[in-house]
Structures are given as C-alpha cells and as structure tokens.
C-alpha cells in the first residue's frame, strides 16, 4: 500500500514570496492533516479535512495561511506572503474513519525555509 | 489547551539496554499514539493505545495506556543502532469529534554501539 506522497521535499523562499505544498493521502483515507512542525518540537495541527469539507482550523493563521482538498483526495496548503517565521516542516497525515480513534500515517514531509 | 509533557528529553544509552519514556497530560485522551521519526522523515507509528490499562507489543517495543488516562509510557527492550531517533507521544482527545492529536515535544534517544 503506498503512504502519504508530499512535494516538493524541499523549498526555500525569501519573505513575502508565495508557497504551495502538495500532498496525496494514502488511498480510501477520509481524514487529511496538515500540522506544522518547528524545530525541536512536535508537529501542531494547522487544518482537519474530512472529504473535501474542512473539520477543524482553529489553529490555522487564516491571514496568510490557505488550504484546499479538491474533490476530497488530494489537498494544497498555501502561504501568501511567506514570514521568517514559517520556517518549518509541513507534515500531511492521512486516516481511515473508525470508531476507536484515528490512526494518522504521515507523508514524509516539505522542509521549509525562509530568507 | 491541552498540553504533554514527554520525558526525558534526550537519552543516551549503551547498545543492549532497555528503554523507557513517558507522557503525562493535564488533560483525559482518548486514545494514545507513538511515533518515531528519522532526520528528514515523517513520523511513523509505533503502537496505537484504545483503551485505559491498554498494554501492547510491538516486536521490542511496549506501550501502556494509563489508567487516570491521562499518561502513556513506551518501553524498548535490548535496543540496537536503529533505534536512534526521535520518539513522540500523541494523545488524541474528544475535541468536538474531530479527534486532534496533541504531540508531546519528543525524546531524542541516541545508541552508543
């Protein structure tokens, strides 16, 4: 069976420019997760889709920060314009729906970096 | 919000030795989930935890679910060079149904051949 695909792996911008990250969930997975993960910590979930309607982004910066799950498969997190701050790792984790929790399986991520 | 405090930070240990981490919460999961990750990698799964007192095996790895709960420990017996990485625990609560992982902040374990 094949994981959770991501691109690009890696991507360096200057502040102020535009970035997509693209991600494919592992397949008949419902739930997709985009998290955040800085330096030395554990990844923070941004934004919860299940299908193509989103579920939970509360903790998505909503100034700058977009995400879209067309069609309920793939998925395309943006950030426009790009801060220092966003520096980062962005993980995609993809789940079935059961009824006993969710098992998230990540994709290998896109390292980010901000000049 | 909730919060994990994942212990220790980092370890070093001698090939051959047991392992032992744990995360405690200020706040009741659901569900308790670890996950190791490889420099320039994703997290991968480890052991899935449903139900409190939960002990489960995975080959060398062992993973309770506490009974407050609101703590998880992992164990890794006669550990080998593999094993380095970084371990996180995720508790997975109620929020609204949509079952959000919290992650713990990671232990970085390091094997000493």
């Known amino acids: 069976e094949a994981g959770v695909a991501q691109s690009p792996r890696y991507k360096i911008i200057e502040k102020r420019q535009s970035v997509a990250f693209w991600c494919n969930p592992i397949?008949?997975?419902?739930?997709l997760y985009w998290y955040q993960q800085i330096l030395g910590q554990g990844p923070k979930l941004l934004i919860q889709f299940q299908n193509n309607g989103v579920v939970d982004d509360s903790q998505l910066p909503k100034d700058r920060f977009s995400a879209e799950r067309l069609k309920g498969v793939d998925s395309t997190l943006k950030i426009q314009p790009a801060k220092l701050e966003d520096s980062a790792v962005y993980l995609c984790a993809s789940s079935q729906i059961r009824t006993s929790g969710y098992e998230q399986y990540f994709g290998p991520g896109t390292r980010l970096t901000v000049t | 919000g909730q919060q994990l405090n994942q212990s220790p930070q980092s370890m070093f240990i001698q090939e051959g030795e047991d392992v032992s981490m744990n995360c405690t919460s200020s706040?009741?999961?659901?569900?308790w989930l670890w996950y190791k990750q490889d420099p320039g990698e994703g997290p991968v799964l480890l052991i899935a935890?449903?139900?409190?007192?939960e002990l489960t095996s995975n080959g060398r790895l062992t993973a309770q679910f506490g009974i407050t709960r609101k703590d998880s420990f992992l164990n890794i017996s006669a550990s080998i060079p593999s094993d380095v990485g970084i371990y996180f625990c995720a508790g997975q609560g109620r929020g609204a149904g949509s079952y959000q992982l919290t992650f713990g902040k990671g232990t970085k374990l390091s094997v000493i051949p």
């Open positions: 935890l449903y139900k409190a007192g």
């Open positions: 397949s008949g997975h419902a739930t």
């Open positions: 706040s009741i999961f659901n569900t």
